[in-house]
């Protein structure tokens, strides 16, 4: 079921960047970013009461706070990033060097997380970081 998931995610992705790129003519970046993050803010907090799981609020522990404000950070941060460019550059090459996050991601999983990596998984890196220089080149 995670793969469905992950497909989905990538097609909302993929839109996301289309349309962003087409609603951001003549806004300011920044505001536009604020604009998607409150319609973003909107649906999770719809998710959370149309699954009725705004009960566990009180059970999240500090460190899980604590990441979760981080991760949170880092997501507002990539985001006002992304529109920046998005807005400056071609969309193509933007969304090509915004997905080398998935050898940043790889490198820092196995970093910190300790997650396994195999040759298959290095060779699959490696083709992913050629394949974004080949596009932005």
Do not use: P
């Not at 806004?27 to 604009?35: P, R």
């Not at 006002?80 to 969304?95: E, I, N, R």
């Amino acid at each position: 079921m995670w793969l469905v998931y992950a497909l989905l995610s990538a097609i909302f992705a993929a839109l996301t960047s289309i349309l962003a790129k087409i609603g951001i003519e003549g806004v300011n970046s920044n505001l536009a970013t604020a604009i998607r993050t409150l319609v973003v803010v909107a649906l999770a907090w719809v998710m959370v009461f149309i699954t009725q799981q705004g009960c566990g609020l009180a059970e999240i522990s500090k460190k899980s706070w604590l990441f979760l404000i981080l991760s949170g950070l880092a997501t507002g941060l990539s985001w006002l990033c992304y529109y920046k460019a998005l807005q400056m550059g071609v969309t193509s090459k933007v969304v090509a060097v915004d997905k080398i996050s998935i050898v940043l991601t790889f490198i820092l999983a196995v970093c910190f997380l300790h997650e396994a990596f195999t040759l298959k998984s290095l060779i699959g890196i490696a083709l992913i970081a050629i394949g974004t220089l080949v596009m932005v080149i």
